[in-house]
């Protein structure tokens, strides 16, 4: 399995990004998704997670802005991340958790003026 995010970039406070983590290699429809970020100097931290039913889980930091999705026809998850903040400036990772753990290799979201 290989998890490919895009989507990161620079944006001012108050603008939006859409990420997105296209999965190879497995049976996307069947199992659940998250995003992570990690800001620099701190650890990694849980964002947001779908189930292969499309319900939904987010951090508090982020329920009222963020909203993950996912198209299984395309074997796409995304992350629509709205309201930005400069506290949200991390890289944003995909992670599957199915018969191992698979992580996608990170996308770098800076939101600054």
């Known amino acids: 399995v290989q998890l490919q995010a895009s989507g990161g970039g620079l944006v001012q406070p108050g603008g939006s990004l859409r990420l997105a983590c296209v999965a190879s290699?497995?049976?996307?429809?069947?199992?659940?998704m998250l995003w992570y970020r990690q800001r620099p100097g701190e650890q990694r931290e849980f964002v947001a997670y779908i189930n292969a039913g499309g319900g939904t889980n987010y951090a508090d930091s982020v329920s009222d802005r963020f909203t993950i999705s996912r198209d299984n026809a395309k074997s796409t998850l995304y992350l629509q991340m709205n309201s930005l903040k400069p506290e949200d400036t991390a890289v944003y990772y995909c992670y599957a958790p199915w018969d191992k753990n698979y992580w996608g290799q990170g996308t770098q979201v800076t939101v600054s003026s």
């Open positions: 290699g497995g049976i996307f429809r069947i199992y659940p």
